[in-house]
């Protein structure tokens, strides 16, 4: 799906391709965004006073990341619709190269997964459930 992706600090945004990762399972909505997305946006290197690091546990073993609290304001953005913005954490990674959407900002997007290895989701607001597809990946 693609976000429009504001930093609430320097007021850049972006709009990216993000994938939904059901795993990446949060207490709050958070958005995992590459290092380079971070330059771009001006929250990094110079982060704000509240960042941290977070280690992460993932399929692939513990990571570090840097964690900035409600940095972020994300909306869904599609042709046809463009979804309320969510405040959300910002989870800056030196490793991942795509855009990842947490459970909690999955659900605060209103997005509902139909066919994972299809791609294909929909929008609690859509009329009928219109079935939509997802883009292909965006790397940073």
């Known amino acids: ?18 994938l939904v990762n059901s795993g990446f399972e949060t207490m709050t909505p958070q958005l995992l965004i590459p ?8 929250i990094w290197p110079d982060m704000a006073p509240e960042a941290r690091i977070v280690t992460y546990g993932t399929a692939g073993g513990l990571v570090r990341n ?5 940095a972020l304001e ?15 954490d910002a989870v800056i990674s030196d490793i991942e190269e795509e855009v990842l959407i947490s459970d909690k900002l999955t659900g ?9 290895a299809e791609g294909i989701y929909a929008l609690k607001t859509d009329p009928d459930r219109k079935l939509r597809r997802s883009y292909p990946p965006e790397r940073w």
């Open 108 to 116: 605060r997007l209103g997005i509902i997964l139909e066919d994972v």
């Open 1 to 18: 799906m693609k976000l429009k992706i504001r930093a609430r600090t320097s007021g850049r945004d972006v709009e990216s391709i993000a």
């Open 66 to 70: 840097y964690f900035l609290p409600r």
């Open 74 to 88: 994300v909306s869904l953005v599609e042709k046809d619709i463009r979804t309320e913005a969510v405040v959300a």
């Open 35 to 42: 290092r380079r997305l971070a330059e771009v946006l001006g």
